[in-house]
């Protein structure tokens, strides 16, 4: 199966990631509300939504969340933040952050979400995997959601269809030796 790779350029908001969910939040990544948004990043988003509140509205940061759910993707946009959806066709759409936030739900899969916080302090973009890294934009892109290819297993022929040309060897070891 191939899933989501996300990229980061480094910046002064945090981005947190997750297998199935993916954050930028306009705090820095010493703040002490840090832990507790990776821990409620693959729980659900009204878990991260309550750690981002527990110092009341008016001190909510600056966000955008992003997580797979039941065959679409749901994006939480809160300004300044903003990010730019890519479909497969190549057609954008860029939604831009508002208070205290945009709530979408997209039916189906994009080809990559480009999340934007703040000015990027590096023109380097990094692979990110699981976890949190100080960043200013992060992308995400998807890959094809397949099944994993079938294993084919070859059907044994039984004892009585083998000829007396086929021969069988048994490779027989003893745990002692």
């Known amino acids: 199966m191939t899933g989501p790779a996300a990229a ?4 002064e908001w945090v981005a947190l990631s997750q297998a199935s969910s993916w954050a930028l939040v306009e705090l820095p990544v010493t703040d002490s509300k840090i832990r507790s948004l990776g821990e409620s990043l ?6 991260l939504l309550d750690e981002l509140l527990k110092s009341g509205v008016r001190a909510l940061p600056g966000f955008c969340i ?3 759910e039941s065959g679409g993707l749901r994006c939480l946009v809160r300004e300044p933040a903003s990010l730019v959806i890519t479909t497969s ?7 831009e952050g508002t208070s205290p936030w945009n709530d979408l739900q997209l039916e189906s899969i994009p080809a990559s979400v480009m999340i934007t916080g703040t000015a990027v302090t590096s023109p380097v973009e990094l692979p990110t995997v699981a976890g949190i890294v100080p960043a200013g934009r992060l992308i ?3 890959g094809p959601m ?3 290819d079938p294993v084919d297993t070859p059907t044994p022929k039984p004892p009585a269809e083998l000829s007396a040309s086929e021969s069988i060897d048994l490779a027989v070891t003893h745990p002692m030796g």
């Open 8 to 11: 980061y350029w480094p910046g």
């Open 42 to 47: 693959d729980k659900s988003v009204e878990q």
């Open 66 to 68: 992003l997580r797979l």
């Open 89 to 95: 066709t190549g057609d954008t759409r860029a939604i």
């Open 140 to 142: 995400i892109t998807f």
């Open 146 to 148: 397949l099944e994993p």
